[in-house]
């Protein structure tokens, strides 16, 4: 077994598997130190033939409350989107069988990491949501990705209200494979490890490609206009900064409509 350790991203790997847990307590929250630790992790997981899947976890408490507010601000944002976008786009691509196992909060960025990739599992008492909109911002890569896995009207309804929404309702919306109580989900997760290490990592891989071959065609373009979006409209309007500064002041926002 190898193992290498960063300040807030360890990566354990026992071959076939490499378990990428975040460490950012109280909430894994996701700064840019994070993302950036992410990236070489991750191209080097995906650079080993010995590695047929990848595990995203955190710790026993939560996954991830989601990107570091701070960071949404006009000094840090085109940083932020740049470098989280880029984590999410080698997950997306990576050959390898994707995994998240979710415990606590799974909100924003958390939540969209947890929804790109192959198989979700998650604690049924976990606390899922997109909450973006209530800072006056939208999470772009759910704006991309959550139409194909739950439907348009299901997507719209979470993104444009914000509402946060149990493990339980996850799975059955179809953002989680399985739901299942918090004490289980780490056998349901090895059981699935198990099956998963008795078969060919080259078979895997290319099942995985033929999966997503239409979506791999749309979803590129699609964020890519999701961060346009972002960056040359939405940030730049009056309550894009209020939504902000409100939470990071810890007031309600006053919206003025620009």
Not at 21 to 34: H, W
Not at 124 to 152: H, M, S
């Amino acid at each position: 077994m190898a193992t290498a350790a960063a300040s807030r991203v360890e990566v354990d790997v026992t071959v076939p598997t490499g378990r990428v847990t975040l460490i950012n307590p109280p909430l894994n929250v996701i700064d840019l130190s994070i993302m950036r630790e992410l990236q070489p992790a991750l191209a080097e997981i995906e650079s080993r033939s010995d590695i047929s899947t990848i595990l995203f976890q955190g710790d026993a408490r939560v996954f991830s409350a989601g990107v570091d507010v701070k960071a949404h601000l006009p000094d840090q944002i085109h940083d932020m989107l740049t470098s989280f976008h880029a984590v999410i786009r080698a997950i997306v691509a990576s050959r390898k069988v994707t995994i998240a196992a979710v415990r606590g909060a799974c909100l924003g960025g958390g939540a969209e990491l947890a929804a790109v990739c192959d198989m979700v599992y998650t604690a049924r008492d976990a606390n899922w949501g997109f909450p973006e909109i209530k800072l006056g911002c939208y999470p772009p890569v759910a704006a991309v990705v959550l139409a194909t896995l739950i439907g348009q009207k299901r997507a719209a309804e979470l993104i444009l209200t914000g509402r946060q929404f149990t493990g339980d309702e996850a799975a059955a919306l179809g953002l989680a494979t399985r739901s299942v109580a918090a004490e289980e989900l780490e056998s349901v997760v090895e059981r699935t490890l198990a099956e998963l290490r008795q078969l060919s990592p080259a078979a895997l891989a290319h099942a995985k490609r033929a999966i997503y071959a239409w979506d791999a065609i749309h979803f590129d373009k699609g964020l890519a206009r999701a961060e346009k979006i972002y960056l040359e409209e939405l940030i730049s309007t009056a309550d894009a900064r209020e939504g902000i500064i409100a939470f990071l002041d810890k007031r309600p926002p006053k919206w003025t409509g620009n």
